[in-house]
């Protein structure tokens, strides 16, 4: 026989022999994997799944690990990384012991970088003491500002004068912002004489209206007026307060709109006094409770720097 031929008996021996060897080996690159395992390796296991999981005293999030490294030196970006032991790695959920419901205030931070609170939110010393322990010292020192995070009363005021046919405004406020908002609602339009006008000025002219702009004394006040007055070229004065579109004429409905503008936005009728007898200004105060406005993170808090805040600089004392 040739060298190319084999007896069937050979041909078998050699193929189980092969067959044996190779399972051999596979049994042994297993035990060295299973060995090994993946839980050490947590950054791979994430890098196959894209998101991470997470199981904070019951209750799971999913994010991304890009936003549990928003601060290096955090224990949640130390987690990701294996070096943060008491996060264990569990059917491929990081598991917490620690209060889920104020997680999600730690996660909204790292998320938005601001630090915003529910209304009614009271647990400031709890959120406080979560974000030192994920060592976010940066929001823990937003959480120490009180001042900042405790709701505001905010006061507004308005000046109701009828003089004959005329009705002057003035709007107060201790919130420019408020104040400014308020007027880019109200527009104020005059009718120029020069043509025939209307004995019932309750029903729009015609001719257009021109608009005018508000008188702003300071930031926290403007001034406006409705009416007829026929002493200067301005006939009539007509006010529409958005999203109301409608044109009137008449004072005390001028008045009347601009009340239930406010209680929509919020505010509460509080006292009603007359400042000057003589003259009989009608004053009309409103207070509403605002909530405060999101913290942002200054960006100087942010990477290295984070450890020379106030919050860690105190835990490193603790």
């Known amino acids: 026989p040739g060298l190319l031929s084999s007896s069937p008996r050979q041909q078998t021996y050699t193929n189980t022999k092969s067959l ?71 059917n491929g959920e990081f598991f917490v012991d620690r209060d889920g419901v104020l997680f999600n205030y730690i996660l909204d931070f790292l998320r938005t970088l601001q630090l915003s609170l529910p209304s009614g939110f009271t647990d400031h010393q709890r959120l406080q003491r979560e974000a030192n322990f994920y060592e ?25 004068l009828i003089q004959e046919t005329q009705a002057f405004f003035r709007v107060f406020g201790s919130c420019s912002l408020t104040i400014d908002k308020l007027a880019e609602r109200v527009t104020v339009f005059a009718e120029q004489l020069g043509g025939p006008t209307w004995n019932n000025h309750n029903i729009p002219p015609q001719k257009p209206l021109v608009p005018l702009p508000l008188e702003r004394p300071s930031h926290h006040d403007f001034i406006f007026q409705c009416g007829t007055d026929y002493s200067d070229r301005l006939g009539a004065r007509y006010v529409s307060i958005k999203p109301d579109y409608r044109k009137l004429i008449n004072g005390t409905n001028v008045l009347g709109l601009l009340v239930d503008a406010l209680l929509k936005e919020g505010f509460h009728l509080v006292s009603t006094r007359t ?23 200054a960006q100087a808090l942010r990477g290295p720097a984070e450890p020379h805040t106030k919050a860690a600089q105190m835990h490193k004392q603790k």
């Open 20 to 90: 044996s060897e190779f399972c051999f080996w596979l049994r042994v690159v297993s035990f060295c994997y299973t060995s090994v395992g993946l839980s050490s390796f947590p950054e791979e296991k994430m890098s196959h799944q894209g998101v991470v999981i997470l199981n904070v005293g019951g209750l799971k999030f999913t994010t991304w690990p890009s936003t549990l490294q928003q601060f290096p030196e955090s224990r949640l970006a130390k987690m990701l990384n294996g070096r943060d032991q008491e996060f264990q790695l569990v």
């Open 275 to 297: 400042v000057s007898a003589e003259e009989k200004i009608e004053c009309y105060c409103f207070e509403r409770t605002r909530q405060p406005d999101a913290l942002p993170l």
């Open 136 to 160: 976010l010292y940066s929001m823990a020192d937003l959480l120490s500002q009180e001042s900042l995070l405790k709701p505001k009363v905010e006061i507004l005021e308005i000046r109701f």
